[in-house]
């Protein structure tokens, strides 16, 4: 290309050929995502219904449905939010209430949150297994149970807390941002009133900042609910004839059935309604609490923005 | 603001409530005591990378200081053994992993080869298309048209990685091996592709950024020179986002590096080191999913597969730090959406 800018009716053929050029990259891939759904939904919807939604897997994954993989799915990332959200909240209140962003420690966390975001989840899967099945509850058999296996295996509780550990990033981010909504000035106000740092704090940015705090979990809950690697070693399981009911026990869950059911079928064809079946199930699931994170956030968005100005 | 003000009477409440002495003490108890919570679990941020770190590496660590067991010497690990060619007496020397053999061969170069060739695939497939993208919402698109692209840009980001590997091995493989004549379903191209569908949401949210950090002022000066808006977009605009836009394809090349169900599902998982985009391959992340759960714990091959998921963590840390770093001192010199 020459440094030269050319005339307008020379290049005019070179903008309008550029400009196509953008459009067919972004036309290709709204076609992929709409070409992946359709191909789903339509090898999916007729096997769905209320029987599939509840019947545990039969005649070796070639019938039945999706019941248990549904509830452990759902067990799974209750769990999870229980440990992630108060951790994930109280570190974006300090670092955005507490710690001046230029302070050395401050800044030590803003990078170890943007680097766990990028750590692969295959290594959050090692670390699960390495640290909470293997020293965390090997560490409480030979402590409490004489050596005896009880908490030193895979298990829902510890899958739970390797996907807390992995959806972290995605609550401190969606909480600071909330928290950066509250205008100063309610802060203020409540100081000159007298209020102290917590009673500010607890009584009026994070009950303002509540939508922006579900939205992060309601995110984390989908990120969480559609990984399979984290959980592969450390709690998941092929198939099970009961219902987890204890946190020692392990679970079958949505994405690992879509992994299994795909990958060590026998007979693939025979598989194939019961697969489309259970991935449109989870891509629905997934899609519905993006959704609602999406809207609940433009929600606090639009409220909050004329305050800002 | 009919949040502020309803929060004002609980803010006068709160001073109510400080009003008496002992209350007051109760308070201040109260403060320094959530302070300490509030920075325990910040600390706890730090504390996990660190953890995971020390975790993954102890379980490998013993690798690198074990003796040979006599009578065993072919079967120790070592840095030759991970790094250079297996010698035969009857063949020319080869790069194997076979973990599973008489012999167990726990050598990284197919599992490092088949990595490159994936993620390779990947970025030359999501990259183009991602960057193309974000130049047309940020510097074309009437209104509708980023209300299609950028929500389906979110749908993307949302679907779980299984249900890409899920289609690239259903679906996608099939295409391929129609349009191409391949022999195998399973090849490095199709799990390349499938990848590069998980990539484009980060490469493009990045790109996009780094586009719109570019001050209207340095579009303003363009055009008032004359310039028209494709050549403002292609000599000033990207131009100047061009460190972000390279740091997106850095963290979409860091992504795809440690994507694990896509590569598992898709890319046929043998261990080859040959050159055509068509055999199937074996990436590192994929090796430890497929094989983790069939290890004797702390035996050589269950520390090897730590290994490779320091190695993962390692590389996938440094170039996320470096994407990060080259965002960050680009929003700094452009002076934020001005």
């Known amino acids: ?83 992630v959200v ?189 697969l489309y079946s259970t991935v449109l199930v989870l891509l629905f699931l997934t899609f519905l609490l993006n959704a609602t994170a999406i809207a609940i956030r433009a929600r606090f968005r639009a409220a909050l923005r004329p305050q800002d100005a | 603001m009919n949040e502020s003000t309803a929060a004002r009477p609980r803010a006068l409440d709160a001073v109510a409530a400080a009003s008496s002495e002992s209350r007051r003490r109760a308070a201040r108890r109260a403060e320094s005591l959530f302070g300490a919570v509030v920075r325990t679990a910040a ?16 379980e490998a660590l013993p690798l690198l200081w074990q003796d040979a067991t006599p009578g065993h010497e072919s079967e120790t690990v070592t840095w030759s053994s991970l790094a250079g060619p297996t010698t035969y007496p009857d063949r020319p020397p080869r790069h194997v992993w076979q973990p599973v053999s008489t012999v167990p061969k726990y050598n990284l170069a197919p599992l490092v080869v088949g990595t490159l060739k994936t993620t390779l695939v990947a970025i030359l497939f999501a990259g183009p298309l991602a960057v193309l993208a974000a130049i047309l919402t940020s510097e074309f698109a009437p209104r509708w048209v980023s209300q299609v692209v950028k929500p389906t840009i979110e749908l993307l980001a949302g679907i779980p990685s299984v249900v890409l590997g899920f289609f690239a091995l259903m679906v996608l493989a099939t295409w391929l091996q129609q349009i191409l004549g391949v022999r195998y379903r399973l090849n490095a191209l199709t799990a390349g592709i499938g990848l590069g569908i998980a990539v484009i949401p980060i490469i493009y949210t990045v790109a996009e950024d780094a586009l719109a950090a570019v001050p209207r002022s340095y579009r303003e000066a363009s055009y008032a020179l004359g310039a028209s808006r494709w050549e403002t977009a292609v000599r000033i605009v990207v131009p100047a986002a061009l460190p972000g836009i390279f740091a997106g394809l850095a963290l979409g090349f860091g992504r795809a590096v440690g994507e694990t169900m896509i590569v598992l599902m898709a890319s046929g998982n043998a261990a080859l080191t040959t050159w055509p985009l068509t055999d199937s391959v074996r990436t590192l992340s994929a090796t430890i999913a497929a094989e983790l759960g069939e290890v004797v714990f702390g035996g050589p091959h269950y520390r090897v597969l730590f290994l490779l998921g320091v190695l993962l963590f390692l590389f996938t840390f ?18 934020g959406r001005a």
């Open chain 2, 43 to 58: 600390f706890a941020a730090i504390l996990v990378i660190v953890l995971i770190f020390v975790f993954v590496g102890r």
């Open chain 1, 1 to 83: 290309m020459s440094s030269r800018i050319p005339g307008r009716p020379a290049g005019a053929w070179k903008g309008h050929a550029f400009v196509a050029l953008c459009g067919a990259a972004a036309a290709i891939i709204v076609a992929m995502l709409a070409v992946i759904l359709f191909d789903v939904v339509r090898s999916g919807w007729a096997g769905l219904g209320w029987q599939f939604l509840v019947s545990a897997p039969s005649e070796g994954m070639r019938g039945g449905g999706v019941g248990p993989a549904i509830f452990g799915t759902f067990a799974l990332v209750l769990l999870m939010t229980i440990a």
């Open chain 2, 318 to 335: 440094a170039v996320n730090l470096a994407g990060e770093l080259t965002v960050r001192r680009l929003r700094e010199r452009l002076g």
């Open chain 1, 86 to 274: 108060p951790l994930g909240v109280l570190t974006a209140v300090y670092l955005f209430e507490y710690a001046r962003p230029d302070s050395g420690f401050a800044r030590a966390v803003n990078l170890a949150v943007s680097n766990l975001a990028g750590v692969p989840s295959i290594v959050f899967g090692l670390f699960g297994l390495g640290f909470f099945v293997r020293f965390v509850g090997g560490g409480i058999d030979r402590v409490f149970h004489g050596g005896e296996l009880a908490w030193g295996k895979p298990s829902i509780l510890w899958a739970a807390l390797t996907l807390a550990l992995l959806t972290l990033p995605v609550v401190i981010v969606t909480t600071g941002e909330a928290l950066r909504a509250v205008p100063v000035a309610a802060r203020e106000a409540s100081f000159a009133l007298g209020a102290t740092k917590w009673q500010t704090i607890s009584r009026v940015v994070l009950p303002q900042s509540l939508a922006g705090i579900l939205t992060g979990a309601i995110l984390a809950v989908s990120r969480g609910a559609g990984e399979v690697a984290p959980i592969m070693f450390t709690g998941a399981a092929y198939f099970l004839p009961k219902l987890p009911s204890r946190l020692t026990d392990q679970f079958m869950e949505l994405g690992y059935h879509v992994y299994v059911l795909s990958t060590q079928s026998p007979d693939i064809e025979a598989t194939k309604p019961i």
